[in-house]
């Protein structure tokens, strides 16, 4: 399946006949025809280096969905899912395909969804070799190929093609659009590549619950030796991808996994993990899995060297590095597991409120679920000097075309059918907020989360955190006592008191948008604080 196929498709369905077509090339080929074309260089470990330009990082303002007969009425239309009108889809497509005409492309058939029930076959065209190898490396890799399909989705990525706003009706010369009609994702002036893995992870996050009543979800999954399944979601920075990486647990994937009836799938082939910083004593699994063929984006290295330096993130505090499954020593193959036994809720407050653990209702769930709470702390974003709470609905709200609520009450109705345990965890601050209190240490969480996996917390006594009514527990093996309890890390329990309640208000505050869809047994379950009218 890695090799280079002798027969080649005919494009000419797709508007892209008079291309010079590089069907299916094996990660050798595609690593070799990147550095003869300068796009990249070989690293020490035989990881290939590249930049991806202008865009080290996603666009949310410039993604579109078309506007149709199919998505009028369904897609949760506003800041996220931006309206893209039908016919200047087709004049821009256009143009995109006359841009490549009688150039080298590299086209690659793949699949997303180990769950063959689900899954879909789609054909990638990308201007650059190394947008193909992040093709080989995060899709599925079908076990047999045939060059006279017409797989169900498209996707055309094409990074040195810029859009005229005036006359293509873009916001600017970069652009990623979804036409759920043609099943034709359009990517263009971007050469970041996570605008083609979250462009399917949208697909997936309109057709999965909207069609087949699976529960689409940004979230990394695991699964021990006895089958538990267990899910963590948790937006950047909260340790999603380092807490699924457990040596003694099976990997079913690190980001996106779908929840039908009876099992949790990924969506994908491979990971794409965030590599700043990146040590093998901290990251052992992630750093491991950079070998031969790896992709590395907007990394430096050690100079006269060829050797990376994670440590320097000159270029973009979001270097990432993109591998096959089969590069992770425990990988489940397939990537299936069955429905979850736990599902952990994760967050970095870096206001030092929520507890470590804590343990809740389906409700809860569903509140915690739409809420999709973390906090931005200084030097994540220009400007930001103190922590910000920010809220992503279903951690994962810039990649939702249907509203919130309706991922929400799925997730409600598998928790209650399935007996699923939910636990909210805060990797974050403990003892004050960011710049007085500290982190939460990684080994504590890790210990925390082991023994919900292992029923350790099932017997043992709760007390609850007032404002939050959250249940937490009074002791966990290999974590001290103390630390269970919020305000008793803090050497100022009023201080701790005026905290909440500020945090308590901004998420009664965020709620707000969703008071209009008949979820006020949700709303109830948030902390008990009324906003000042």
């Known amino acids: 399946m890695n090799s280079m196929h002798n027969q080649v498709p005919d494009l000419g369905y797709l508007g892209l006949g008079n291309t010079q077509i590089l069907?299916?090339?094996?990660?050798?080929?595609?690593?070799?025809?990147?550095i003869k074309r300068n796009e990249g260089t070989l690293t020490e470990s035989g990881a290939l280096a590249i930049d991806t330009g202008e865009f080290t990082g996603r666009s949310p303002k410039d993604r579109f969905i078309v506007a149709d007969e199919l998505t009028t009425n369904s897609v949760w239309w506003g800041d996220i899912n931006i309206k893209f009108d039908a016919d200047k889809f087709d004049k821009l497509y256009n143009k995109v395909t006359a841009y490549l005409a009688n150039k080298e492309i590299f086209v690659r058939d793949s699949c997303a969804c180990a769950n063959e029930k689900y899954h879909i076959d789609i054909r990638v065209v990308t201007e650059t070799a190394y947008q193909n190898l992040f093709v080989h490396h995060l899709f599925i890799r079908p076990e047999v190929i045939n060059a006279d399909n017409h797989p169900e989705w498209t996707i055309i990525a094409a990074p040195g093609f810029m859009a005229d706003p005036e006359l293509d009706g873009t916001r600017q010369n970069n652009f990623s659009i979804i036409n759920f009609s043609k099943k034709i994702i359009l990517i263009g002036g971007t050469g970041y590549t996570g605008e083609i893995?979250?462009?399917?992870?949208?697909?997936?996050?309109?057709?999965?619950?909207?069609?087949?009543?699976?529960?689409?979800m940004h979230c990394s999954a695991n699964a021990g030796s006895k089958g538990d399944t267990a899910i963590f979601f948790g937006l950047s920075g909260t340790g999603k991808t380092t807490l699924s990486a457990d040596p003694e647990r099976g990997l079913i994937g690190d980001d996106e996994h779908g929840w039908s009836n009876y099992t949790i799938f990924n969506f994908e082939g491979g990971c794409y993990a965030k590599c700043a910083g990146l040590t093998a004593e901290k990251e052992p699994q992630i750093f491991n899995a950079i070998q031969y063929g790896a992709l590395l984006e907007n990394v430096n290295f050690v100079p006269g060297t060829r050797r990376v330096n994670f440590s320097n993130i000159d270029k973009t505090e979001?270097?990432?590095?993109?591998?096959?499954?089969?590069?992770?020593?425990?990988?489940?193959t397939p990537s299936i597991g069955a429905s979850p036994k736990n599902i952990f809720f994760l967050t970095a407050d870096a206001f030092g409120i929520l507890p470590p653990i804590s343990k809740l209702t389906p409700e809860q769930a569903m509140y915690h679920?739409?809420?999709?709470?973390?906090?931005k702390i200084a030097g994540t974003e220009a400007g930001i000097t103190q922590p910000v709470a920010t809220f992503s609905a279903c951690f994962g709200e810039a990649f939702l075309p249907l509203h919130p609520v309706e991922y929400a009450k799925l997730l409600g109705q598998k928790i209650k059918d399935h007996q699923v345990n939910v636990w909210l965890v805060n990797t974050g601050w403990t003892g004050?907020?960011?710049?007085?209190?500290?982190?939460?240490?990684?080994?504590?969480?890790?210990?925390?989360?082991?023994?919900?996996?292992?029923?350790?917390?099932?017997?043992?006594?709760?007390?609850?955190?007032?404002?939050?009514?959250?249940?937490?527990?009074?002791?966990?093996?290999?974590?001290?006592?103390?630390?269970?309890?919020?305000?008793?890390?803090?050497?100022?329990?009023?201080?701790?008191?005026?905290a909440?309640?500020?945090?308590?208000?901004?998420?009664?505050?965020?709620?707000?948008?969703?008071?209009n869809y008949n979820i006020a047994e949700i709303a109830n379950e948030g902390p008990g604080v009324t906003l000042a009218v």
């Open 369 to 375: 679920f739409i809420s999709g709470y973390t906090a």
């Open 432 to 498: 004050g907020s960011y710049g007085t209190g500290s982190r939460m240490k990684l080994s504590f969480t890790r210990a925390m989360i082991t023994a919900a996996l292992n029923g350790e917390l099932e017997n043992v006594n709760y007390q609850t955190l007032p404002i939050f009514n959250l249940a937490m527990p009074v002791s966990c093996p290999n974590v001290p006592d103390h630390i269970l309890d919020p305000k008793k890390t803090w050497p100022d329990a009023e201080s701790y008191d005026d």
């Open 197 to 216: 893995k979250k462009g399917i992870f949208s697909v997936l996050n309109f057709i999965l619950p909207h069609d087949k009543k699976v529960l689409s």
């Open 318 to 332: 979001n270097t990432r590095v993109a591998y096959p499954l089969y590069n992770v020593t425990n990988a489940v």
């Open 500 to 515: 909440a309640n500020n945090l308590a208000l901004a998420f009664v505050k965020n709620f707000e948008k969703y008071t």
């Open 23 to 34: 069907f299916q090339l094996n990660t050798a080929q595609l690593i070799e025809a990147a």
